[in-house]
């Protein structure tokens, strides 16, 4: 059975009196992310993470459903995860472990929980038929920090992703193709994103987007989720080191700060991306016009 | 199999000298009991009622030796359907023995079969109207395993909870659907007083010619048959055999161990049913 | 047993170590939000008396080993047994430094409004259970038993908000009987951000499950006199303004509720003593 | 969760083919009712176990007839696993299961649900105090029985609804007691004594004589059945049945399943269910019905006898050891 | 100049070999399959390499995963001690989560070790050792002393500094290995420049040994390094700064010609300060 090793005492020595000095391995601030990398596929809702070495894939898809009885006027949204050994060779297949249900209930609470996908918009008749919006986390490297970048690649995706028109009358649902009529967005009404620190150094030191190397050396972690306006989604600390009240507020702080850039960034790839399809676009019909002609 | 695990898993198994020295004075006249009860005495516990107010009926029990048990009994409305196989299913009882994986089908069976006896008249107290019943959850959780078998146990926090069971009162008509009493001081108790009461079942060893009742893990390994009597009012209304033991038994002692079994559940319902009248 | 911090009450909290014996007292003032009235355990009259009746002979003592706790805040009545330090059960779980600190928590079928069996499975479970072990891991001293496993068993048989709160306070109480080593208790309680139609919100110490369904809150469990915060949980949306009230007044309740535990463990170790079991 | 190991069949669409048998027209056997049911019972019958035995009930005189079946094989002593405890006594396991087409109608999943656990316990506790454990340390002795057919439905599910107990299980625990004591001696484990398994139930009675036809008009009343049983109850006397089966369509009100050694005339189990007290005191009661089962009991034990010593006799015959032909017939046991 | 890199893929079968006198017979290395009599498979994509003057050919190729092979020099991990020896891992490819294959290091695989006098090591200790033997039963076994001398040579526990990963052919060149391949280039080049009667020019890339960033690092900074034929590289200096900056210039330098590396180090120096 493949298991994690455990780092050698060299490095965790070494990585703690680094940390002292306020030095961190890849040489990146404490406080500071790895270098995010967005890019989208060319297929609406498909958004692909990277966070250093760290690599997410989100797929988002929708569906035609009835909606469960007892919420007749909401959508459907579900995130599945799963961790498979393509991530790491410590993972197995098949097998929940206690890591990937406590990954897979902090994306639910950061995202769904928190409503940023309005499921009301996803209604088409009422206890009918619905959206379901599934949006599907793939793990292609794990170096720490999947719960950021997972977030930041489902709600990227979310964004992305445009449904197919629809138009109800009366009895009488049709769903329009994409090349019959332009597919709508999802009504995203937030954008939260995700900041795990990690504490060091009976919470002397707390990093942000630890690597995996840090990961298995921390104390103690804490995942804030926040989007731009300012409002908490989610806190999650589930035990760990014991940290002081006013260090967790200045947490809080510094999460606002990087989520203000994550998010800029974000939205900045997703208008890149609008614009290049724009021009492809246009190529494709001027060349069909060249056919035509 | 799963009693034994319940029965047997804590602690180590006795060595032959034990096991001998036990078996003699076990088989003595009058037989000498380690804890020195006499052989139809049990061993004392601790009982209170109603303690859970999101349950139509609660009790709690704990034993001298660390055994816990809790029961909660809960009851809603359900629709008779034309595949349910028929009132048998409208009392579910679950067994759930704490640090175990599954729930205990051998204690669960006991005392689902005793319940469910026919002729008690439960049954026929779930009817609401014609297309209505209660559907009763008995949810039965042994908190921590005693270090003997748990079937006493279990079944005497059952009849308590039972015993302490209300539903609200039914005011709508037959054919309509269900409408009840919001007043719980107007709640019609599941086994109201003078009908056949809930049962209990009692554990019985016989070690030679002596019979004992409450054994102990102990006293269970050094006997030859151990049996769960079930009782109901006066009558028996079932009788198990439990893993423990080390032989046969003649049909004489049987006799005896319901006769005296039938004896001193009677003495046990009149000591349950002050529990609540004490105060 | 009322403490009152910024206007925040708790609800009647009992804590006791092994049989309840007195009546719980509800302390809460009357305030705007109205506990749920579709339990049906609210117009129980006989909800609250309870009986200690001996069938034979009363006197009895526990072993040592397995006394559980219980406590209960308002109507979450939680039960919690500490089997440990002991052999490891599983291979997993053995640990050549430390003990390994296991949790099991179950919700009784019965214990909600509606019955309803949740499996070992069940994410919030297990979520539940890797959050308490983990707070319980760093602050027993588990270094002093290597290769060993302290196992801490948590029944809830009435759910009305608080649940991870009262579990947190059930296991501290159950530990410290077991005499388990650990560097100082950990108390833990919830706080929920309420807003005043005038906009002048203030903080409400101990939600109910009424008040968990309407209004944002925190659970949180701080460490002994230090008031560093273990365990942090906040599970619906709230300005980021409003946390520091939050968890002021938090880490003010978890206090409090630190002098009543400490009441109740000091109370029964002079029990204990006085009965001559030290 | 599903077991993934196995490849299971459609979850829905297959639907088996329900013939109109047993459940609209009960072919009733009218046998008196002290008398037993016919068995076959065969040994020997898996050659990789130490031992095993088939056992059918009744022989089938027609095709159709319902027919309770079952198998058994029985392996060690064999070395317990190496992780195990050191153990003074050999240990016995016993496991029965229902084969997924035993039951009509809807097939049986491969998972193991409480009756099973139920009756394998039952029968592990039936048949352990008969084995010499003492004379196999540190070994494991482990019995399964395999249920293949089932009379056409366990009686468990209710389908007497206001009737009375349900003699299905106990049946089919009887049976499979008396079929793995065949499969125990087959394998020549040392023994105290053979068990047997036997049933025995309280019906009502009218003149002396139990009237199947009066049972069946009760039945077809349906609803009324439980009033008519209670105001039955008051006159018609109870009557002892051995050998009840689910078809034989009685309305029982107390039944007993037993676990009878017969040259030592002691119990290894028993089983009652239903109330007593019916006619006079509980315990006269019960032991009027435990005799009975140990009464249908001693018959079985005959049989197993029988099946026993045929199977000896063929192997002692192959060895050599004796001439001529001791072994009559093609080595089955058959009682009337 | 074109570079003619022979690139070959598992199951293609190599033309018969060249060979200027006949009856000479070839060791085949690694990464092929003979078939007799005289027909070559590839069994691992890479470069092809034939020395015609040792009368050998191999393939050549960079991997992640480490498989031990005897008196190879590696960097290992303690993961436990039983009776007589010390459990270790072996592990081998840079990426986040390394793979590990696990090897035994005798109590007594130490220089002048006795039971009393034995170094103790700890879970989590990086020793650095020989591999005595390579088998493909059993696990491989360790030794943390020189095969010849009997001394110590640098092998045993590495105390301090920071364990690192890069690829097994990184490691390979910081190890010297590069020296062997080149020179077979530069002959090659030679021959064929002569072939075609030209005159041969090195581009710079034939002769890098592809170390220079050590050769370079070691001018200005002090540091101790030892380098693991399993793809892990051990760094001791005084100075965790020091430690990273050598660290981060060997990670960075894998695909940089000679020039490029002095130049990296260069300006890594300069941001050392």
């Known amino acids: 059975m493949p298991r994690e090793i455990d780092p050698t005492i060299n490095e965790k020595s070494f990585i703690l009196d680094a940390l002292n000095q306020k030095l961190r391995i890849d040489g990146r601030d404490l406080d500071s992310f790895r270098e995010l990398e967005l890019n989208f596929g060319d297929d609406y809702g498909l958004a692909d993470v990277q966070l250093g070495k760290t690599r997410v894939l989100a797929r988002v898809s929708a569906e035609v459903v009835k909606p469960f009885t007892d919420r007749p006027f909401d959508g459907i949204f579900t995130i599945t995860t799963e961790l498979g050994p393509m991530a790491s060779p410590a993972f197995e297949p098949g097998r929940q472990t206690e890591q990937e249900v406590l990954l897979s209930r902090l994306i639910e609470k950061a995202i769904r929980r928190s409503n940023a996908l309005d499921t009301e918009s996803l209604c088409i008749v009422a206890g009918q038929k619905c959206w379901q919006i599934r949006a599907d986390v793939h793990f292609l490297s794990h170096d720490g920090a999947l719960v950021d970048a997972s977030c930041i690649a489902v709600v990227a995706a979310l964004q992305h992703f445009r449904r197919p028109d629809v138009s109800v009358e009366g009895e009488k649902v049709t769903i329009h193709t994409m090349t019959e009529r332009i597919p709508v967005p999802l009504s995203i009404l937030h954008v939260p994103i995700c900041v795990t620190f990690s504490f060091y150094l009976d ?64 939205q900045r790839r997703l208008e890149e991306d609008a614009a290049a399809r724009v021009r492809r676009d246009n190529l494709l019909e001027s060349k069909a016009d060249n056919e035509r002609a | 199999m799963a009693p034994l695990q319940t029965s047997q898993q804590t602690g180590t198994p006795l060595s032959p000298a034990e096991l001998s020295y036990l078996h003699t004075s076990l088989t003595l006249t009058p037989p000498i009991r380690p804890d020195s009860r006499t052989p139809t005495q049990f061993r004392p516990l601790v009982a209170e009622s109603d303690i859970l107010p999101s349950t139509n009926g609660s009790a709690r029990m704990i034993w001298g030796d660390g055994g816990e048990c809790v029961v909660g009994v809960k009851a809603e409305v359900e629709r008779n359907s034309a595949t349910s196989v028929g009132p048998r299913d409208w009392i579910e009882i679950n067994v759930e023995v704490s640090g175990q994986r599954d729930d205990d089908a051998f204690l669960g069976m006991t005392v689902a079969e005793s319940l469910l006896v026919p002729g008690s008249g439960v049954l026929e107290r779930l009817v609401l109207g014609e297309r209505f019943h209660w559907k009763v959850f008995v949810d039965i959780l042994l908190l921590a395993p005693p270090l003997s078998h748990p079937a006493t146990l279990l079944t005497l926090t059952t009849y308590l909870a039972l015993r302490n069971t209300f539903l609200p009162k039914l005011i709508s008509e037959v054919v309509e659907d269900p409408v009840f009493d919001d007043d719980w001081d107007n709640a019609l108790p599941l086994y109201p007083v003078g009908k056949i009461p809930p049962p209990i079942t009692l554990l019985v060893v016989n070690v030679g010619e002596n019979i004992f009742f409450d054994p102990t893990r102990e006293e269970l390994s050094a006997g030859d048959v151990v049996l769960a009597v079930s009782i109901c009012g006066k009558k028996v209304v079932g009788v198990r055999t439990l893993e423990g033991g080390s032989g046969g038994v003649g049909r004489a002692v049987v006799k005896r161990v319901i006769k005296e079994s039938c004896e001193v559940a009677e003495e046990v319902f009149s000591n349950l049913n002050s529990v609540g009248e004490g105060d | 047993m009322e403490c009152v911090t910024c206007g925040a009450t708790f609800r009647g909290l009992r804590l006791c170590h092994s049989n309840p014996t007195h009546d719980t007292s509800h302390n809460r003032p009357s305030s705007h939000l109205h506990k749920p009235s579709s339990l049906p355990s609210t117009s129980h009259s006989f909800l609250k008396k309870l009986e200690n009746v001996p069938l034979r002979n009363p006197l009895t003592r526990r072993p040592p080993h397995r006394r559980p706790s219980y406590v209960e805040h308002g109507n979450t009545k939680v039960i919690c047994s500490v089997n440990g330090p002991i052999e490891p059960r599983a291979a997993s779980a053995r640990n050549s430094e430390r003990a390994t600190v296991t949790v099991d928590v179950c919700f009784a079928a019965f214990s909600g409004t509606d019955r309803k069996k949740r499996g070992k499975s069940d994410k919030r479970v297990l979520e539940m259970q890797s959050a308490l072990s983990r707070t319980f891991a760093t602050t027993l001293l588990t270094t002093l038993h290597p290769r060993s496993e302290v196992h801490i068993s948590l029944h809830i048989l009435s759910q009305d908000g608080s649940i991870l709160a009262t579990c947190v306070n059930a296991a501290t109480l159950a530990l410290v009987d077991a005499g388990v080593p650990m560097s100082d208790y950990v108390t833990a309680c919830t706080v929920a951000s309420y807003t005043n139609p005038d906009e002048s919100g203030e903080p409400l110490l101990d939600m109910s499950s009424a008040e968990e369904m309407d209004l944002p809150g925190i659970t949180l469990a701080t460490v002994g006199r230090s008031d560093k915060i273990s365990l942090l949980q906040l599970e619906t949306k709230v300005r980021l303004e409003r946390l520091e009230g939050m968890l002021a007044v938090g880490i003010d309740g978890c206090g409090k509720i630190r002098q009543l535990l400490d009441g109740v463990i000091r109370e029964h170790g002079n029990k204990m003593a006085r009965m001559g079991a030290l | 969760m599903t077991d993934r190991r196995r490849i299971n069949g459609p979850l829905e669409g297959t639907i088996p083919p329900v013939f109109l048998t047993s459940s609209t027209h009960k072919s009733i056997i009218k046998r008196s009712p002290t008398t037993l049911r016919k068995i076959f019972l065969k040994t020997g019958l898996t050659p990789p176990a130490t031992g095993s035995a088939f056992l059918e009930l009744p022989t089938p005189s027609t095709h159709s007839t319902p027919t309770l079946k079952l198998t058994s094989s029985v392996y060690g002593p064999r070395p317990l696993p190496s992780s195990t405890t050191f153990s003074s006594n050999a240990r016995l396991t016993a496991e029965l299961k229902f084969s997924p087409f035993s039951t009509p109608g809807r097939r049986r999943g491969y998972i193991r649900d409480g009756v099973e656990r139920d009756l394998s316990a039952q029968l592990s506790i039936a048949l352990g105090k008969s084995v010499a454990v003492g004379k196999y340390p540190k070994s494991a002795i482990d019995v399964f029985v395999s249920v293949l057919d089932c009379e056409g439905g366990l009686g468990d599910a209710g389908d007497e609804a206001g009737g009375g107990v349900d003699v299905g299980l106990m049946s089919v625990l009887a049976t499979a007691i008396s079929c793995a004591s065949a499969a125990i001696a087959d394998a020549g484990i040392e023994c105290f004594d053979l068990v047997a398994g036997g049933v025995a139930g309280l019906v009502l009675e009218q003149g002396g004589v139990v009237e199947e036809d009066r049972v069946e008009k009760s039945l077809e009343v349906g609803q009324d059945s439980d009033d008519a049983r209670r105001g039955m109850r008051k006159n018609g006397k109870v009557t002892l049945v051995l050998d009840p089966s689910p078809i034989d369509g009685y309305i029982i009100l107390a039944a007993a399943a037993v676990g009878y050694m017969a040259a030592r005339d002691e119990l290894t189990l028993v089983w009652t269910k239903g109330s007593m007290g019916w006619d006079g005191d509980s315990t006269d009661e019960v032991e009027r019905i435990v005799d009975g089962a140990i009464t249908a009991s001693t018959g079985v034990r005959l049989v197993i006898n029988e099946a026993v010593k045929e199977r000896l006799l063929l192997g002692l015959k192959e060895m050599g050891l004796i001439r001529g032909k001791a072994v009559s017939g093609d080595g089955d046991a058959a009682m009337s | 100049m074109s570079l003619v890199v022979q690139v070959r893929f598992p199951g293609e079968t190599l033309p018969p070999l060249e060979d200027e006198k006949k009856n000479t017979t070839f060791k085949v290395g690694p990464g092929l399959t003979h078939i007799s009599p005289s027909t070559l498979i590839v069994s691992r994509a890479g470069e092809l390499n034939i020395d015609q003057r040792k009368h050998t050919i191999w393939m050549e190729s960079n991997s992640k995963r480490y498989v031990a092979s005897q008196n190879d020099a590696i960097i290992a991990t303690v993961l436990r001690s039983t009776a007589d020896s010390y459990i270790c891992a072996i592990p081998s490819s840079n990426s ?41 039963h059993i696990d491989p076994e360790l030794e943390c002393y020189d095969a010849d001398s009997g001394k110590s040579e640098g092998f045993g526990e590495l105390k301090g500094g920071f364990v690192f990963g890069v ?89 940089l010609t000679g020039k490029e590396q002095r130049q990296l180090v260069k300006e890594a120096l300069k941001a050392l300060g």
């Open chain 1, 203 to 266: 919470g002397e030191v707390c990093l942000v987007d630890a690597t995996l190397q840090e990961e298995q050396l921390r104390q103690g972690d804490m995942t804030i989720t926040l989007n731009k306006f300012g409002e908490l989604c989610q806190i999650a600390k589930a035990g760990g080191l014991a940290i002081n009240g006013l260090n967790l507020l200045r947490c809080a702080k510094i999460a606002l700060v990087k989520v203000g850039e994550i998010a800029a960034t974000v």
């Open chain 5, 96 to 136: 986040p989560v390394p793979s590990a294959s696990q090897a035994v290091l005798p109590h007594l695989a130490f220089p002048q070790a006795t039971k009393k006098t034995r170094p103790v090591l700890h879970q989590g200790s990086v020793v650095y050792a020989r591999i005595s033997l390579a088998n493909k």
């Open chain 5, 167 to 255: 690829s097994l052919g990184m490691a390979r060149r910081l190890l010297g290995d590069a020296k062997k391949t080149r020179l077979l280039r530069v002959r090659e080049r030679k021959a064929e420049a002569g072939r075609k009667g030209e005159e041969y020019q090195d581009v710079g890339v034939d002769m890098s040994s592809g170390r220079e960033v050590l050769e370079e690092l070691g001018e200005s900074l002090s540091f101790e390094l030892a380098v693991g034929r399993n793809g892990r590289i051990w760094v001791h200096s005084g100075d965790p700064k020091t430690t990273l900056c050598v660290m981060r210039c060997i990670q960075q330098s894998e695909f």
